[in-house]
């Protein structure tokens, strides 16, 4: 091979490599925000009865999901948009998954459980 693929080569691994850092880094700012966004819809849908701000913030919630960020927390706050939907089911599913990955939000997942209707 010539001495200027050998070069191309090496620019097309830098330039990947990079490409590849800044979406590993870019990644869980989007997350970050998307729960941001997420919370502010579910208050506005909490405040104003409106079922299209839960909807939206069950779409954000999702998509930080997708990205990659999860814990607990998140779980605990996608199961109050679904029960914000009325979807007790799932809420109810949800916040059992979370019970079972995770004891110590043991007394809050209870209690958010007890909150549903039956």
């Given at each position: 091979m010539k001495k200027w693929?050998?070069?191309?080569?090496?620019?097309?691994?830098?330039?990947?490599?990079l490409a590849a850092g800044g979406y590993f880094w870019w990644r869980?700012?989007?997350a970050s925000q998307s729960i941001?966004?997420?919370?502010?819809?579910?208050?506005?849908g909490r405040d104003n009865n409106d079922i299209l701000?839960?909807?939206?913030?069950?779409d954000l919630v999702d998509k930080a999901i997708a990205w990659g960020k999860y814990d607990s927390?998140?779980?605990?706050?996608?199961?109050?948009?679904?029960?914000?939907?009325?979807?007790?089911?799932?809420?109810r599913a949800?916040?059992?998954?979370i019970l079972a990955a995770d004891p110590s939000a043991k007394e809050a997942v209870e209690d958010l459980l007890n909150q549903l209707p039956q």
């Open positions: 693929h050998f070069g191309l080569i090496g620019l097309v691994i830098i330039v990947g490599g869980p700012r989007v941001v966004e997420a919370a502010d819809a579910f208050l506005a701000e839960y909807d939206k913030a069950l927390t998140i779980g605990i706050f996608r199961g109050q948009v679904l029960a914000g939907l009325s979807r007790y089911d799932e809420a949800q916040y059992e998954k």
